[in-house]
């Protein structure tokens, strides 16, 4: 690396401390858990604006009292964009986005045991004009490799401080947080580029420096972005105005450097100074080790054991669902069954006590109930996702999944589609082809996501009875189970069909790393849990209860007089049936009737439209507020005992199948929608994808209802 006058020219930065920090680097080089250790739970999510990409910052308390912003920028490999994340981190560290101020400081958080790979992007960062410090995580792994790295070293070779850290196991950390009490130097070195690609650079730096009235520093980092990328170029253009794009055409062909010679000659110099830097500062065993991971792979990843051991993973995830999380969810319900009994022995009969007791409290509520088994799904996941184990699912599962014609690298956007599908489709941002990307974002929907839980548990727990499958595994797990594994094949067959007919063609080849195996860090976990668990209430005290208030209403009016020689059972059915939600239920009822579904369970099909899991607090409402007797029972007890007029029990284990069939298949989310919509840039593949899945759950619950009675079992 040279040294570069223009850079010893530079003004250090008025600021006497860091007020914005923001964390960069590979993906698993650790950056999650750098950023949960720095800020705990003091943490807020949101998305840029425009973009479907998640902004985390949060504040972080220095040693002396005081306390900075960290920004959590998205993992990447380079500057040079090939993503929508690798767009935030480059436009964020630039200052080309009016949303996001340029970060006072930058730490780029390297995996030690993968150094070379790792030090092309601080090579990159370094010549952006802003401080930068080095946070050389994971030195427990590389040094299990045999690769021990010389942080002093290595901070005299990049000109910048390196603070060694084992991130997940809070070592480093203190000094880390010192080293951002004061603002660091700015880097002084730059990598060589080639002549044609020095000249073109700085012949472009000129005019943006004249241009935009910008300093030199600032202005070489956005020329070479801008030469080695056009959507660089596109961002800089949005950010000050001017076309700039002929201009830098103009520049490439005057000098020869096409748009894919420039991104060559980048990384070829960078990597000959690399190998430099990593010679000096990286012993390398001179025999291979087999680590530990690398025994781990060899069962774990065995194209025979290794499928085996990841389904005996899932089974055992779902049946800790019913084993573990029953004792908190009846405790949940008896907290809501108590709160509406204080309520309703308070407030004199009346509106305004049916609309607390029987539409919020007994709406919300039935929601509310099934947070621990969501928990219970997302502390697994993160399990897994935090220990390394879910790529290797993914390794495993492509095969499979080329062979149905769907990218490898769809498998993480479908693995997280099982929390929520709106996270599972922006992560479909990593496939690179357009074609790939949007057959994933078609079929995401498909996994069974969080919010469809509360409808499985409470079919299941109601209908399902509670029997040993082969002696260790319950039926209710089983039949859960089953629902995750059905949305699978459903996303397999309609990927198979969507390659053959809309996305022709092979998928693109899948390239994927492989982190080390680690133990999950707990304070990971925990923090994917609390920000889970606050949005799964935000959602039960914001949409779900504004939801379950409406629904009161359209089932409460217009109200009805009871005639002389009705019960009171009676009436209450008879209100019911004629309130507004009432009348748009039959109306559906001859659609719903051929999928064993009457009228009520049809009130719950259109509400959850809005939200999978309305469906619960729709049915809660419903029969809450026709609930004759004078204390309310639990919802299962009362789908149990709902009969039709001549008797039959309206609700049997073959229509709970029928109805859970349908919610794996029907696209009951707006949210999912809205988000389609945003990453497609078209209201056509969003209502497609909603009139596809509804017509395939209709077809699905359909085949299941009429061929289980053609069976016998209705």
Same mark, same amino acid.
């Given at each position: 690396?040279?040294?570069?006058?223009?850079?010893?020219?530079?003004?250090?930065?008025?600021?006497?401390?860091?007020?914005?920090?923001?964390?960069?680097?590979?993906?698993?080089?650790?950056?999650?858990?750098?950023?949960?250790?720095?800020?705990?739970?003091?943490?807020?999510?949101?998305?840029?604006?425009?973009?479907?990409?998640?902004?985390?910052?949060?504040?972080?308390?220095?040693?002396?009292?005081?306390?900075?912003?960290?920004?959590?920028?998205?993992?990447?490999?380079?500057?040079?964009?090939?993503?929508?994340?690798?767009?935030?981190?480059?436009?964020?560290?630039?200052?080309?986005?009016?949303?996001?101020?340029?970060?006072?400081?930058?730490?780029?958080?390297?995996?030690?045991?993968?150094?070379?790979?790792?030090?092309?992007?601080?090579?990159?960062?370094?010549?952006?004009?802003?401080?930068?410090?080095?946070?050389?995580?994971?030195?427990?792994?590389?040094?299990?490799?045999?690769?021990?790295?010389?942080?002093?070293?290595?901070?005299?070779?990049?000109?910048?401080?390196?603070?060694?850290?084992? #991130?997940?196991?809070?070592?480093?950390?203190?000094?880390?947080? #010192?080293?951002?009490?004061?603002?660091?130097?700015?880097?002084?070195?730059?990598?060589?580029?080639?002549?044609?690609?020095?000249?073109?650079?700085?012949?472009?730096?000129?005019?943006?420096?004249?241009?935009?009235?910008?300093?030199?520093?600032?202005?070489?980092?956005?020329?070479?972005?801008?030469?080695?990328?056009?959507?660089?170029?596109?961002?800089?253009?949005?950010?000050?105005?001017?076309?700039?794009?002929?201009?830098?055409?103009?520049?490439?062909?005057?000098?020869?450097?096409?748009?894919?010679?420039?991104?060559?000659?980048?990384?070829?110099?960078?990597?000959?100074?690399?190998?430099?830097?990593?010679?000096?500062?990286?012993?390398?065993?001179?025999?291979?080790?087999?680590?530990?991971?690398?025994?781990?792979?060899?069962?774990?990843?065995?194209?025979?054991?290794?499928?085996?051991?990841?389904?005996?993973?899932?089974?055992?995830?779902?049946?800790?669902?019913?084993?573990? #999380?029953?004792?908190?969810?009846?405790?949940?319900?008896?907290?809501?069954?108590?709160?509406?009994?204080?309520?309703?022995?308070?407030?004199?009969?009346?509106?305004?006590?049916?609309?607390?007791?029987?539409?919020?409290?007994?709406?919300?509520?039935?929601?509310?109930?099934?947070?621990?088994?969501?928990?219970?799904?997302?502390?697994?996941?993160?399990?897994?996702?935090?220990?390394?184990?879910?790529?290797?699912?993914?390794?495993?599962?492509?095969?499979?999944?080329?062979?149905?014609?769907?990218?490898?690298?769809?498998?993480?956007?479908?693995?997280?589609?099982?929390?929520?599908?709106?996270?599972?489709?922006?992560?479909?941002?990593?496939?690179?082809?357009?074609?790939?990307?949007?057959?994933?974002?078609?079929?995401?929907?498909?996994?069974?996501?969080?919010?469809?839980?509360?409808?499985?548990?409470?079919?299941?727990?109601?209908?399902?009875?509670?029997?040993?499958?082969?002696?260790?595994?319950?039926?209710?797990?089983?039949?859960?189970?089953?629902?995750?594994?059905?949305?699978?094949?459903?996303?397999?067959?309609?990927?198979?069909?969507?390659?053959?007919?809309?996305?022709?063609?092979?998928?693109?080849?899948?390239?994927?790393?492989?982190?080390?195996?680690?133990?999950?860090?707990?304070?990971?976990?925990?923090?994917?849990?609390?920000?889970?668990?606050?949005?799964?209430?935000?959602?039960?005290?914001?949409?779900?209860?504004?939801?379950?208030?409406?629904?009161?209403?359209?089932?409460?009016?217009?109200?009805?007089?009871?005639?002389?020689?009705?019960?009171?059972?009676?009436?209450?059915?008879?209100?019911?049936?004629?309130?507004?939600?009432?009348?748009?239920?039959?109306?559906?009822?001859?659609?719903?009737?051929?999928?064993?579904?009457?009228?009520?369970?049809?009130?719950?099909?259109?509400?959850?439209?809005?939200?999978?899991?309305?469906?619960?607090?729709?049915?809660?409402?419903?029969?809450?507020?026709?609930?004759?007797?004078?204390?309310?029972?639990?919802?299962?007890?009362?789908?149990?005992?709902?009969?039709?007029?001549?008797?039959?029990?309206?609700?049997?284990?073959?229509?709970?199948?029928?109805?859970?069939?349908?919610?794996?298949?029907?696209?009951?989310?707006?949210?999912?929608?809205?988000?389609?919509?945003?990453?497609?840039?078209?209201?056509?593949?969003?209502?497609?994808?909603?009139?596809?899945?509804?017509?395939?759950?209709?077809?699905?619950?359909?085949?299941?209802?009429?061929?289980?009675?053609?069976?016998?079992?209705?």
């Amino acid at each position: 690396m040279t040294t570069d006058a223009a850079l010893k020219t530079r003004p250090a930065s008025l600021t006497p401390r860091p007020q914005l920090v923001a964390l960069v680097g590979n993906p698993n080089a650790g950056k999650t858990t750098v950023f949960n250790k720095l800020t705990g739970l003091r943490q807020k999510v949101a998305n840029y604006p425009g973009v479907t990409v998640e902004k985390k910052e949060g504040r972080c308390t220095l040693p002396d009292g005081s306390s900075v912003t960290v920004l959590d920028l998205p993992g990447a490999y380079s500057l040079t964009s090939r993503s929508p994340d690798e767009d935030i981190v480059r436009d964020v560290l630039l200052g080309l986005r009016d949303d996001t101020p340029r970060p006072d400081v930058v730490v780029v958080v390297v995996d030690a045991s993968n150094l070379e790979r790792n030090l092309y992007l601080v090579t990159q960062v370094m010549e952006l004009g802003l401080p930068v410090i080095v946070a050389l995580n994971m030195l427990d792994t590389a040094e299990a490799h045999g690769r021990a790295v010389n942080a002093k070293i290595l901070a005299a070779k990049l000109g910048v401080p390196v603070v060694p850290l084992i #991130a997940h196991k809070g070592q480093g950390m203190d000094d880390l947080r #010192a080293q951002l009490t004061t603002m660091p130097p700015l880097p002084q070195q730059r990598v060589p580029l080639p002549p044609a690609l020095r000249t073109a650079t700085n012949q472009l730096k000129e005019r943006l420096q004249k241009d935009l009235g910008i300093d030199e520093v600032w202005a070489h980092a956005l020329a070479l972005r801008m030469l080695v990328s056009d959507s660089a170029t596109e961002a800089v253009q949005q950010r000050w105005g001017n076309n700039w794009l002929p201009i830098v055409e103009s520049v490439r062909s005057c000098l020869g450097t096409g748009d894919v010679d420039t991104i060559h000659a980048e990384a070829t110099e960078r990597y000959r100074w690399i190998n430099e830097v990593c010679r000096d500062a990286m012993s390398v065993p001179k025999e291979a080790r087999l680590t530990l991971t690398e025994r781990l792979d060899r069962v774990l990843t065995h194209r025979l054991f290794g499928p085996v051991i990841f389904l005996v993973l899932m089974l055992i995830v779902f049946q800790s669902i019913f084993s573990w #999380a029953q004792l908190p969810m009846d405790a949940i319900d008896g907290a809501m069954r108590w709160l509406g009994g204080r309520v309703a022995a308070v407030l004199p009969d009346g509106a305004l006590r049916s609309l607390l007791v029987d539409g919020v409290i007994a709406g919300a509520g039935a929601v509310v109930v099934f947070l621990p088994q969501i928990l219970f799904l997302f502390f697994f996941l993160a399990l897994l996702d935090d220990s390394g184990y879910l790529a290797r699912a993914a390794f495993l599962m492509d095969k499979l999944m080329s062979s149905v014609g769907l990218h490898g690298r769809s498998f993480i956007p479908l693995m997280s589609s099982f929390a929520c599908a709106i996270p599972g489709i922006m992560a479909t941002r990593t496939i690179e082809n357009k074609r790939d990307r949007f057959l994933t974002i078609l079929i995401a929907p498909l996994m069974s996501c969080s919010a469809r839980l509360p409808v499985y548990t409470l079919m299941i727990g109601a209908f399902i009875p509670n029997k040993r499958v082969l002696g260790f595994i319950s039926l209710p797990a089983l039949t859960l189970f089953s629902m995750y594994i059905l949305g699978v094949l459903a996303a397999m067959g309609v990927g198979w069909l969507f390659r053959r007919t809309l996305f022709k063609g092979q998928p693109s080849p899948f390239l994927l790393e492989l982190p080390p195996y680690r133990l999950p860090v707990l304070r990971n976990v925990l923090i994917t849990l609390w920000e889970r668990a606050r949005e799964f209430l935000y959602r039960a005290g914001t949409i779900i209860l504004a939801i379950s208030m409406i629904l009161w209403f359209l089932v409460s009016y217009p109200q009805r007089a009871p005639l002389a020689n009705e019960t009171k059972e009676q009436a209450a059915g008879e209100q019911i049936r004629h309130s507004y939600a009432g009348r748009l239920g039959r109306l559906i009822e001859p659609v719903v009737r051929p999928l064993g579904f009457d009228w009520k369970i049809g009130i719950g099909l259109i509400g959850s439209f809005a939200a999978r899991e309305v469906l619960v607090s729709t049915l809660a409402t419903v029969y809450n507020v026709g609930e004759a007797d004078e204390t309310s029972v639990g919802l299962r007890e009362a789908l149990r005992r709902e009969k039709y007029p001549d008797g039959r029990p309206v609700y049997t284990p073959l229509v709970a199948v029928s109805l859970m069939v349908f919610f794996v298949l029907a696209c009951q989310c707006m949210s999912t929608v809205a988000i389609v919509r945003r990453e497609t840039n078209s209201w056509g593949w969003a209502a497609f994808m909603v009139a596809y899945m509804t017509a395939l759950a209709y077809l699905g619950s359909l085949t299941v209802y009429q061929g289980g009675r053609l069976l016998g079992w209705g």
